[in-house]
């Protein structure tokens, strides 16, 4: 497995929560940073969370207090809890390596209203 497998997309309402999973290899999880992106129709792939492996988190303004990025090192995966979901949050969400390696199929994620 060289691609990431990102899983846990769906549709929800607007005001609920949404857990993303992305399994990684190994060789790709030694990596000191993973990352959530998404892209929504329209628009440019864009940055939304890390994390290091060591636990330290950043975000981007659009979801800082809303998404809350983890990593199980065991397991090789990255987590991604999205609380407070609206429509803007609606995209193709995708993680990855920085620096960035082979992109996965992503997971879908649909906020109604």
């Known amino acids: 497995q060289v691609q990431p497998v990102e899983s846990g997309g769906g549709l929800v309402q607007a005001g609920g929560s949404l857990r993303l999973s992305c399994a990684v290899s190994e060789s790709i999880f030694t990596s000191d940073r993973m990352a959530w992106y998404r892209q929504a129709p329209g628009r440019n792939r864009a940055y939304i969370a890390s994390i290091t492996n060591t636990g330290v988190a950043m975000y981007d303004s659009t979801v800082k207090g809303r998404f809350t990025i983890s990593r199980d090192n065991a397991k090789n995966t990255v987590y991604l809890q999205m609380n407070s979901l609206s429509p803007e949050d609606t995209a193709v969400y995708y993680c990855?390596?920085?620096?960035?390696?082979?992109w996965g199929q992503g997971t879908q994620v649909t906020v109604s209203k």
């Open positions: 990855n390596s920085i620096p960035n390696g082979y």
